[in-house]
């Protein structure tokens, strides 16, 4: 307690620069709640991972990719999609790429442990006969919330792999509320789909830390807040990458308070 | 046996039932095909109400074929129920004739409470009643009545298999329930063809010799069946076409099944239904079902030269033709599902066509029981001789249907 209380004089010393008189006036206790205050932020500062850096590249994408297919919506769901997305035609999005990059991978930072624990429910919207977003990921512990924004019927599929995760199939009616699924192991690519409209799937990764990311369409992504070290970084795409456990490319990353840099390339022969 | 005035009746009923069972495979196999196996994620319900009141305006989808196939498969239950009432009503006497009746009403009845428990505790029971008549078909005067009531039990069962598939989410279950689909399928066209003039005629035709033919027709349709059930395990991995080129497999003759070939096929291949990944095993159960689809061929152009020569019954020769008709059209279908990258409407032609040749197969072998006994027996029309002569070490189960 004495070197608590020492330390918060030496504390009141640097902010404030003046000694202090305990207890002598309303206005000087006032002071001193508000510097041991400071103090305590100080501290919390230097403790939690503020100087961590985000981890950012491209993905880029090798080689041509195959055409996308349409799919074969039926007339309410070509209706409810053309509401949604004026002007665009319902397709795959198998291999999503703009300016040689490559969207929807997963860029994970592999063995990393701690991180927050997650305060948000993970959100898929179901838009027009489609899954919104198509690829994404969530923080194990990350409640998944499934959403109808659509007139039409779904049931909601879920086909995971891992052993723990357990298969279900629920009914959503239009403008249902949510359905929540609380997976408990992590999973990559963990398939949701529609089993009354046949092209409608939708793939979440559970990842048991928050250092990961899904590339945009450019392939460009930033893993927020890392904390400094050397690491594993991979990245993984659903399609390229097909197999018993999904195996991506990998590469270290060193990361600083500035952050880290890391770039992939993913071949398609 | 006199026939009853209300015979032909009675056939045509079965006839009628025979085919809206075949309907209801056709709409089965479309629910497979089209991959909407799930559209529907509750049952007995639908959606959380009472199938038969759904509305009509929500059969969307993929719940159009999974709810109508409901709706068929409740319509296919129905008419076995009158049909067994009927056939039982013909031939039960005493307190037997009750307990029958008994037996279909309270079944009726459990279906009408549509709760999961009802219907599991209904088929568990009826396998019982299963097993039960098929026990007494071994002896009974009258096992065409058996039979029938068999064809009830299995109805329910089924029923229930059926939905089982959906809220246990087993592929398992979907497979078994396809097969029991074909048998109960055959059962219905074994009743419909000894309830006809045909089946009499059969009998009081001339004396003709068939030396190996039963049991060759008998063991090519055990082929055939074993085929639909490699077909139906194919198509409820989901997974697609496993070898998408016909005749030859990835371009050969046999296709490689390394981890890096797998990885590679399902990479490259784009298809909006997203199935499950192929594996090694399911390019290796393609393949079985192409080789064994070989053998029938085979087989069943063996069974032609075979009725011509060991039996001089135009009636077998004529049928073994048809049969290899109905298999060549049959291989036909399996090359366009390939052709068509498993067009969910010929992928289900081939299904039914499949459930034809395999009912094709068993009607044939019990006809040559039939013609076979008329010959051996020696003896007038209709008398039946006797059994341990008749069976010749094949299952009596399907020579004991000629008594009726
Ligand atoms: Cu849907």
């Known amino acids: 307690m004495k070197l608590f209380t020492k330390s918060l004089r030496a504390v009141d010393l ?12 309303q206005k000087t206790k ?10 305590v932020a100080v501290m919390a500062a230097v403790a939690s991972p503020l100087k961590a850096g985000d981890v950012t590249g491209k993905v880029s994408l090798e080689g041509d990719r195959p055409a996308e297919l349409n799919l074969p919506l039926d007339p309410s769901c070509g209706a409810a999609f ?182 992939f390339t993913i071949k398609l022969q | 046996m006199a026939d009853a005035p209300n015979n032909k009746a009675l056939h045509r009923f079965a006839v009628l039932t025979a085919l809206t069972t075949l309907a209801l495979i056709g709409l089965g196999g479309m629910v497979t095909s089209k991959g909407v196996g ?70 009726l009845g459990l279906i009408g409470v549509r709760t999961q428990g009802a219907f599991v505790a209904l088929a568990s029971v009826s396998l019982l009643v299963v097993i039960f008549c098929a026990f007494k078909l071994r002896m009974a005067k009258e096992p065409i009545m058996w039979w029938a009531m068999l064809a009830y039990s299995l109805v329910l069962i089924q029923g229930t298999l059926g939905g089982l598939r959906v809220t246990q989410m087993k592929d398992e279950i ?23 003039r045909f089946w009499k005629r059969v009998s009081e035709q001339d004396s003709v010799e068939v030396g190996g033919l039963r049991k060759l027709f008998l063991g090519v349709s055990l082929v055939i069946l074993l085929q639909l059930v490699l077909g139906a395990s194919m198509r409820h991995q989901h ?38 990944e192929i594996t090694a095993g399911d390019i290796h159960l393609h393949m079985t079902h192409r080789l ?25 020769v004529k049928g073994a033709d048809l049969w290899l008709g109905l298999i060549c059209v049959q291989a036909i279908l399996g090359a ?17 066509t499949g459930a034809i040749c395999l009912v094709w197969g068993g009607l044939l072998t019990i006809l040559a029981f039939r013609v076979s006994r008329v010959v051996r027996s020696d003896q007038p029309p209709g008398v039946v001789v006797n059994p341990e002569d008749r069976t010749n070490g094949v299952d009596p189960l399907l020579v004991s249907v000629p008594t009726f």
Request: aromatic share 10%; hydrophobic share 40%.
């Open chain 2, 174 to 196: 979907g497979i078994i329930h396809g097969t029991i689909a074909q048998l109960f399928f055959l059962l219905i066209c074994v009743l419909a063809l000894v309830t006809s």
């Open chain 1, 82 to 263: 053309k509401k949604f997305n004026p002007g665009k035609k319902p397709k795959t999005r198998f291999y999503v790429s703009e300016k040689g990059g490559l969207g929807d991978v997963l860029v994970v930072i592999n063995g990393i442990k701690g991180g927050k624990a997650p305060t948000k429910p993970h959100v898929i919207d179901q838009r027009g006969c489609e899954y919104l977003p198509y690829v994404s990921a969530a923080q194990l512990g990350q409640v998944i919330h499934v959403l109808n924004s659509d007139p039409a019927l779904h049931n909601v599929h879920t086909q995971p792999r891992e052993a723990g995760n357990a298969e279900k199939n629920l009914a959503q009616l239009p403008n249902g509320p949510a359905i929540k699924f609380d997976y408990q192991k992590a999973e990559r690519f963990l398939k949701f789909k529609c089993d009354v409209h046949p092209w409608m799937y939708a793939y979440v990764s559970l990842v048991p830390h928050q250092y990961f990311a899904i590339t945009k369409a450019d392939g460009s992504f930033s893993v927020k807040d890392v904390p400094p070290g050397e690491y594993e970084i991979e990245a993984v795409h659903r399609k390229v990458h097909t197999g018993a456990n999904y195996k991506g490319v990998k590469q270290k990353v060193k990361v600083s308070a500035a952050g880290g840099k890391a770039d």
């Open chain 1, 30 to 39: 006032r002071e001193h709640m508000k510097n041991w205050l400071i103090a």
């Open chain 2, 292 to 316: 064994v689809a070989c053998s029938i061929l085979g087989l069943v152009i063996w069974c032609c030269i075979a009725a011509r020569k060991e039996s001089k019954s135009p009636l077998l």
């Open chain 2, 38 to 107: 799930m559209a529907v994620p509750d049952w007995p319900t639908t959606y959380g109400q009472n199938m038969f009141l759904f509305p009509v305006g929500q059969w969307v989808g993929g719940i159009l074929y999974e709810h109508s196939h409901r709706l068929l498969g409740s319509l296919v239950g129905l008419l076995t129920a009158i049909m067994a009432c009927w056939f039982w009503g013909r031939h039960a006497r005493g307190y037997a004739k009750w307990l029958g009746f008994g037996w279909v009403t309270l079944g």
């Open chain 2, 239 to 276: 997974a697609g076409l496993a070898v998408p080129d016909f005749p030859l497999a990835y371009g050969k003759v046999w296709p490689k099944t390394d981890a890096k070939f797998i990885a590679k096929i399902n990479r490259e291949r784009m298809d909006p239904r997203e199935f499950n």
């Open chain 1, 14 to 25: 640097v902010l404030v620069s003046r000694p202090l008189e305990y207890g002598n006036s």
């Open chain 2, 336 to 352: 366009s599902t390939i052709w068509s990258n498993k067009s969910a409407e010929i992928a289900t032609l081939h299904v039914a």
